[in-house]
Nanobody, 127 residues
Framework: QVQLVESGGGLVQDGGSLRLSCAASGRSFSSYAYAMAWFRQAPGKEREFVAA????????LYADSVKGRFTISRDNAKNTVNLQMNSLKPEDTAVYYC??????????????????WGQGTQVTVSS
């Protein structure tokens, strides 16, 4: 089992930046070598894909809405996955979730392909 804990959310003005972090732990994490991702859910909306990255970092996917503004990265030695968010917009306001796969499914945007989830961290962008 793998546990994921997000941090770094908060309130920021339109055009500002935030950096989210996801700390992973668990008995099996020492051998964890699967894709991880960030999703977000705004009030009244479905949870949507934001960004994903393979264990090696050679495959990265972004939602069109964040491409060029957000950057996903991971530090396998520290068991962390980060999301640097620049040029934030009010429509980026949501709860952001870190997610990890439980087996090799390939880097993808599908929520059901990720078995492990954090509790979420709120990001609010004011206009």
């Amino acid at each position: 089992q793998v546990q994921l804990v997000e941090s770094g959310g908060g309130l920021v003005q339109d055009g500002g930046s935030l950096r989210l972090s996801c700390a992973a732990s668990g008995r099996s994490f020492s051998s964890y070598a699967y894709a991880m991702a960030w999703f977000r859910q705004a009030p009244g909306k479905e949870r949507e894909f934001v960004a994903a990255m393979s264990w090696s970092g050679d495959t990265i996917l972004y939602a069109d809405s964040v491409k060029g503004r957000f950057t996903i990265s991971r530090d396998n030695a520290k068991n962390t996955v980060n999301l640097q968010m620049n040029s934030l917009k009010p429509e980026d306001t949501a709860v952001y979730y870190c997610a990890g796969q439980s087996r090799a499914r390939g880097v993808n945007t599908v929520r059901s392909e990720y078995a492990y989830w954090g509790q979420g961290t709120q990001v609010t962008v004011s206009s």
